[in-house]
T-cell receptor
Framework: NAGVTQTPKFQVLKTGQSMTLQCAQDMNHEYMSWYRQDPGMGLRLIHYSVGAGITDQGEVPNGYNVSRSTTEDFPLRLLSAAPSQTSVYFC??????????FGPGTRLTVL | AQSVTQPDIHITVSEGASLELRCNYSYGATPYLFWYVQSPGQGLQLLLKYFSGDTLVQGIKGFEAEFKRSQSSFNLRKPSVHWSDAAEYFCAVGEETRGNEKLTFGTGTRLTIIP
C-alpha cells in the first residue's frame, strides 16, 4: 500500500513547454485533488474530482487541465508553462470526511 | 466563501515551553476544521480534526485544539514542545463536497524551537 504517489519529484521547464504531473493512489478513494503551495500563501486548490469522469475547478484553475479516467489516477496538465506556475504541487486523495492523504509533492520551476 | 486566517507567520518557542498557534475561520455553516503539519521538504500530515461534538479535540504528537464558535477560532496547543515539533503548521476549513471536503488553507505558521 503506497498511499498517494507523485511523479516527478522535481521538474524544470522552459516557458511555453507542456508537461503532465502524475498522481496515483491505491486506496480506492473517489475524491482526489490538486493543490499548489507558494511561499506565504499556504495551499490553494487547483482542481478536484469526486470520481472517475467527474472533475471540477478549485480556487486557481487557470493554466491547468485535469481528467479522471480511472479511480487510481488524476494527472495535472500544464499546456503552456509560465513562470507564475513555479510552485510545489501536492496531490491528495480522500475516502471520506477528514481523511485526506497528501502525496510528497512535485517541485516545479518554470524558467 | 470560506477563509482561514493564521495571524502569526513565524513563532519561536523554547524547548519544553507551551505553544499556542492561532487560527480564525470564516464559514457559513458548522465548519469542518483541521490542523496539518509540514516538515521541511515533506508533504502534509494531519494532526487533528473537528467535525462536531466535544469542542476540545486531541490529536497526534500530543497536540490538541479547541473549537470556539463564538470567536470563530480553532487554536492549536501543546503543553511542552520538543525540538522535533519545528515545522510549518497549517489550519484548514473544509467545505463538504459529495461526502468529502474541499479544503481552504491558511497561510501557515512556521514554528522554530530554540534549546
Amino acid at each position: 500500500n503506497a498511499g498517494v504517489t507523485q511523479t516527478p519529484k522535481f521538474q524544470v521547464l522552459k516557458t511555453g513547454q507542456s508537461m503532465t504531473l502524475q498522481c496515483a493512489q491505491d486506496m480506492n478513494h473517489e475524491y482526489m485533488s490538486w493543490y499548489r503551495q507558494d511561499p506565504g500563501m499556504g495551499l490553494r486548490l487547483i482542481h478536484y474530482s469526486v470520481g472517475a469522469g467527474i472533475t471540477d475547478q478549485g480556487e486557481v484553475p487557470n493554466g491547468y487541465n485535469v481528467s479522471r479516467s480511472t479511480t487510481e489516477d488524476f494527472p495535472l496538465r500544464l499546456l503552456s508553462a509560465a513562470p507564475s506556475q513555479t510552485s510545489v504541487y501536492f496531490c491528495a486523495s480522500s475516502g471520506g470526511p477528514g481523511t485526506q492523504y497528501f502525496g510528497p509533492g512535485t517541485r516545479l520551476t518554470v524558467l | 466563501a470560506q477563509s482561514v486566517t493564521q495571524p502569526d507567520i513565524h513563532i519561536t518557542v523554547s524547548e519544553g515551553a507551551s505553544l499556542e498557534l492561532r487560527c480564525n475561520y470564516s464559514y457559513g455553516a458548522t465548519p469542518y476544521l483541521f490542523w496539518y503539519v509540514q516538515s521541511p521538504g515533506q508533504g502534509l500530515q494531519l494532526l487533528l480534526k473537528y467535525f462536531s461534538g466535544d469542542t476540545l479535540v486531541q490529536g497526534i504528537k500530543g497536540f490538541e485544539a479547541e473549537f470556539k464558535r463564538s470567536q470563530s477560532s480553532f487554536n492549536l496547543r501543546k503543553p511542552s514542545v520538543h525540538w522535533s515539533d519545528a515545522a510549518e503548521y497549517f489550519c484548514a476549513v473544509g467545505e463538504e463536497t459529495r461526502g468529502n471536503e474541499k479544503l481552504t488553507f491558511g497561510t501557515g505558521t512556521r514554528l522554530t524551537i530554540i534549546p
